[in-house]
């Protein structure tokens, strides 16, 4: 098989990342050399590949269930929002500017062409690339200067399928609402759809899946049911709320006592990023994680996260106006674990000399680490190994934020330091490493109290790799792979209808 197929979505959180996973982890069963790709990402969930270029998470994950190292060509261009308006540029893995939404237009046209050219050096390589689109392909406002959905799909003459989630509802609107706001030659690319997210008996389904495909002249490829348990890399904030119901479901209350399982609140900062660093502390049997956004939400947890963050200064800021800066330190004081990552742990740094990233200049921290942190004009990237609690441990960076241990007499953690139950280091994914993770989750449960005891057996690797393969399943079992395949190889039918003729204009 050869060829290449771009799945869009009805909005963001529709399906999208997922349904290319189970698409790369089937194709690769069926021994395809198949990769992912997403020409333009807005996320603060990121990682680096082995030579040091940072890409969306999402892309990441979808490379593991292909098999296969994840490169730069694979999201060619990320954007980590800093604010409301400016986001970072981010360009096969390394950042070039910031720009915000106006100024962002002239960077496209050149943005296009990368992302045009790592699409070409990926089907070179590969039998088979499954593209990602970005939102929603019916965003009409930013169509001109569309790098990852239609004007992705027209300059390489892409197939497109658009996946929908009915468990929001409204999906059949959706569906065909996204093809009527196309122009006819987008819509001529446009080859079907996919529902995602489906509880309950599918006979219900049966007339209104009819009447889409009478109304488009297009088939719908397949219905995927609702499955628990599959949150995996989230892209972005839109899936917290997701990631956070299957996070404390996954701590089974009935199976544990009081004291036997172990309570997680991660500070949802404003500008959150890499909060995928907790996932491997959800699937630990007998931890409940759960996002914090208030004091109360703190009170009764046995360990408090700080994680990583797009906006250090400014979500400072709003820990301290939120009242939950004290009861961070409170906390401290009273010898409760805490931990912070990267923005979380320049954030319990004595001081913070910004002048990059909000240009605010020195800045007091919360000091519970004897810790100067100072920003500078090159962002790190890396992928470092140590050791840390008796455990061999790799991680990866990525900050601009350079932080100075200024006591000598500081207990070393990771490449950070540990004072008493606060703990701070710059590497993210340091959890997933299962003996550190077990380790650090030991000595959590004997400060707290808790007579929680780290399952064994649990292998974090172990656990993405049956997600990966339920996905894969759910597209074996669920999809009409046969029709699939042959809109891989053969591309967009010819003569498919317009569903309006009012958005006549070449766009």
Known sequence: MQGTLLVAGTGSDAGKSVLVAGLCRWLARQGVKVAPFKAQNMSLNSFVTADGAEIGRAQVMQAAAAGIEPVADMNPVLLKPGSDRRSQVVVLGHPEAEADAMGYRSHAPRLKQVALDSLTRLRDRYDV??????????????????????????????????????????VFAAMYGTLALLSPEDQALISGFVINKFRGAPELLASGLSMLTRLTARPVYGVLPWREGLWLDAEDSLSLATHQAVAERGTHPGSFGPKEFLRVAVVKLPRISNFTDVDALAAEPGV?????????????????????????????????????????????????????????????????????????GTVDGLGLLPVRVVFGPEKVLGRPHGHALGAPVAGYEIHHGLAEITDPAAEPFLDGCRRGAVWGT?????????????????????????????????????????RLDALGDLVAGYLDTAALSRLIEEGPAPGLPSVVASLSRDR
């Not at 010898?335 to 002048?355: F, S, T």
């Open 129 to 170: 690339v499954i593209c990602e689109g970005a939102g929603s392909p019916a965003e009409i406002n930013l169509r001109d200067t569309d790098v990852a959905n239609m004007g992705l799909a027209r300059a390489a003459h892409l197939p497109v399928i658009v996946v929908g989630d009915i468990d929001r509802g409204g």
């Open 288 to 360: 409940s994680v759960r996002f914090a956004v208030t004091p109360a939400d703190l009170a009764d947890a046995d360990l408090v996260v700080l994680p990583g963050s797009r906006a250090t200064v400014a979500d400072l800021g709003w820990l301290r106006a939120r009242g939950l800066a004290d009861a961070v330190a409170e906390r401290a004081r009273a010898g409760r674990p805490v931990l912070g990552i990267c923005g979380g742990y320049q954030m319990l740094a004595g001081q913070i000399e910004d002048r990059v990233e909000s240009g605010r």
């Open 426 to 466: 710059s590497w993210h994914g340091a959890l997933e490493n299962n003996e550190f993770r077990r380790a650090f989750l030991t000595e959590v449960a004997a400060r707290a109290g808790r007579d929680f005891t780290p399952a064994p057996g649990t292998d974090f690797a172990a656990v993405r790799e049956v």
